[in-house]
């Protein structure tokens, strides 16, 4: 009923994947942004499902044409907004193959292959990031899951107190904000503490709140630092925060989302030293490992206490620990059922091996180092800030008002999403609203960087009238 | 850096077709099941990343043969262990589409047509199940997660109180309990109330529990309703429990990961009456809706509870509101960045028609109805229960102790791992030790499931000594 032949099954896919090689190949010369209105889009697709078939080479190119071209071309080499990622080819191919193995990686009885490996690419993880032996993990749908997963471990070893409290920076992501929710932590218990200019936390003030919040009987539960904030790339002052932890009791989270593979750069695991002493670490291969959705991570200092926080038992997996001694990999989080996530990292690193990441990595950090020195000797731009791959920065001529500057860079920044190939986003730095380059993409050039800046220079010229002022080159 | 030239992108996915077309073809002439223990397969698969690449065509060979063929097929025709799925082509299509668009589903302005699309397919599952306008919904990584979803709103609703009440069954599903458990119910605010014989609770149970909670200054936050136990595919009394919440004012829950698309068959649909009252629904795409892992999802009766519960604002997203009065997908749940999975349930459903995948469920029930009948009729095996596609039986020949029976059906459960083509599994039914057939897979023919019973019987004849004796055929 739900079976095809063999030969269709064959064709179809050939023409899925010429659709999607041609599309790698035409990403370059095209736009990084289409989208289309809700009101349109309703218009075009809310019907009914069919009762009889439909040929399913016209479901295919429907898709495509109707669905999949209206949206961010987050793979794009100018696409610079929010945190992008761009996947490898072997990436992409591994979801396609765990689809067609119809893999669940929830027990060693399911699939055992699968869970070795997923093990073995999360024991790579942990050593990149200086974890000790006893160490373990998980790959999640992304870096909110890995959070949550981090905050229930946390609570658990906390004993589950009556009035947990935890710790973050206003820069601090809203999925930690959610994650402490979701477990429970009242929003009048979520401290978000101010952060400097560069966008750091104050280890002294999170030291006074734990002591403050002890006294009055709640318990201090989690401090949850930034290793790349997702604003501006700020990494608070991991050392000094893993004293304070470690002084207090109190479980250490980073979230290193964003930024954290930026350790295989010698001058990413400069920025980010003290990382190695997590409680537990959220991050995302589906960022700056070059992987497709979904790949998030949650590494634990002891491996144990994720099995503690999620094992239960139940009569109709009773046969799951059939030959095993160990945790099955559905015992250390929310999932049962789990896609097989660790493959696409592992046949990426196996076809390209560690020194073409490394150096797609260092593509980034030299992109955005190059970007922020651009921005710094033009006329018309000024740098807000610029940390590990993200910068930060708005029109300035350097004679409006706070107001104006707010719109005419409102306004640069619609002008790109509908007019340029390029795309950017906005964020708030020390209450300015600045436009934001974060540069990850291992296809990005330096052209592709200094001629979005040029645009937004265009843009500064004819809103403020002075003339296009160009920075060097 | 990373990049491939377009004809080895070519090559390699022509190569990834065909071993997954070969798959298929294979499948039937195969064992349900293999795998390995982990000494084993660490030896073959532990070891650092390498720092130059290899062939990726080796490195796709090397992922088939120590990794994803060391796997329980779960797609297998004779594959009734635990709940088992068998994915259509189109299904694992869209997936491999949704990798190589590279579509992070958060937003409007990031995915414009899959938000959309995943609001038309929410949109067709909430008609199905009979939820009015207004309801709302998520694809979630699965009935885990989906679950979570449920918890959070229902604590929210009920205005995060103090001391949270949550209510199920001892049939309920392990993720039930986790997600209670991950919310902040305390596990002794989780009560788990006792079951008939045909494994449903008692509605009666669980308004006295509420009022006696209630009386002790708990808030009883949710009861949790099973539509098919994955156990052995009971149904709790629906509009009775739905009385009790709409009486007390209690969210009403219901787990219909395992059978809630049985409602698309005409006898499914009966049995699942009342399913249309509940407050929240979790269901499972990737189980009785013939896709690949992962899709699961969270349907509300309230979209605006779920938004309630999720929403964050975050500067760093500050432009995904741009142009949008509506919410984003992200708004809905716990992910941010998040996968297509709407695009698999789509195109499947678009390519074979309604009417292909009520046939495909009909299918299901068909067999274990035959299944039930051929076990009441054979000499040597016995009806534990039969309800929805899950049929719980054991060997039986009359004259063993409890303890025997035991030990019997566990050895001929081991024997059929090993020694056959077909996969089941074993759960407790009232006490008993019991063998579970779980019949979903549109493959499956009846050849399939008697042979299946036939190999148990044969080991049924030699631990007891008798002489085999086949039932009704």
């Known amino acids: 009923m739900l079976q095809m032949a063999p030969e269709e099954m064959r064709e179809l896919a050939h023409h899925v994947t010429d659709i999607l ?3 790698v190949e035409g990403l ?8 289309d209105f809700k009101d349109a889009l309703a218009q075009r697709l809310d019907e009914d499902p069919p009762e009889t078939g439909r040929p399913a080479l016209d479901v295919i190119d429907r898709a495509v044409q109707d669905v999949l071209t209206n949206t961010l071309r987050l793979d794009h080499p100018r696409s610079f907004g929010f945190v992008p ?6 990436g992409v191919l591994a979801d396609f193959m765990v689809s067609g193995f119809n893999v669940n990686v929830a027990s060693w009885i399911v699939a055992s292959g699968p869970s070795q490996l997923e093990e073995v690419v999360v024991g790579w993880f942990q050593s990149w990031f200086g974890l000790p032996e006893g160490a373990g993990g998980l790959m999640t749908s992304g870096g909110s899951a890995a959070a949550l997963h981090a905050f229930v471990a946390a609570r658990e070893a906390a004993g589950n107190p009556d009035r947990p409290v935890a710790y973050m920076s206003d820069q ?6 959610r994650a402490a929710r979701i477990v429970g932590i009242a929003p009048d218990r979520i401290r978000v503490l101010p952060t400097d200019a560069a966008g750091r936390i104050d280890p002294g003030a999170v030291s006074a709140a734990i ?3 002890r006294s009055e009987g709640c318990t201090p539960t989690v401090v949850c630092a930034n290793a790349g904030t997702a604003a501006a790339g700020a990494v608070d002052p991991l050392p000094e925060l893993a004293e304070v932890c470690a002084a207090e009791g109190v479980w250490f989270h980073i979230d290193a989302a964003y930024g954290g593979f930026a350790v295989l750069a010698p001058r990413g695991a400069v920025a980010l030293e003290g990382i190695e002493r997590a409680d537990s670490l959220n991050i995302d291969p589906h960022k700056w490992l070059f992987q497709p959705y979904e790949a998030g991570c949650i590494l634990v200092r002891d491996a144990g206490t994720l099995e503690h926080a999620f094992s239960i038992g139940h009569d109709v997996l009773q046969d799951a620990v059939w030959g095993t001694r160990h945790a099955n990999p559905a015992d250390r989080g929310i ?6 996530r660790a493959l696409k990292v592992w046949m990426s690193i196996q076809a390209f091996g560690m020194a073409a990441f490394r150096a797609a990595i260092d593509n980034g950090l030299d992109l955005a180092e190059r970007a922020a020195e651009y921005v710094r000797d033009s006329s018309t731009l000024e740098l807000v800030s610029a940390s590990l791959s993200i910068v930060c920065f708005r029109i300035n001529p350097g004679d409006l008002s706070e107001d104006a500057l707010t719109d005419v860079n409102r306004e640069a920044l619609a002008r790109i999403l509908w007019g340029e190939r390029a795309f950017l986003t906005s964020t708030m730095v020390n209450g300015q609203f600045v436009l934001r380059l974060c540069i990850i993409n291992h296809n990005s050039t330096w052209d592709d960087v200094r001629e979005t800046l040029q645009a937004v220079e265009r843009y500064a010229a004819e809103a403020t009238g002075s ?4 920075g060097t080159d």
């Open 21 to 23: 090689v041609g599309r």
């Open 28 to 35: 370059r010369s095209g736009r990084a942004w289409e989208g």
């Open 85 to 90: 990622t761009c996947p490898t080819w072997p």
């Open 172 to 177: 601090s992501h809203s999925a930690q904000i």
């Open 211 to 213: 002591i403050a919040d």
């Open 335 to 340: 999932q049962l059922s789990r896609s097989f």
């Open 467 to 470: 003339s296009s002022t160009t």
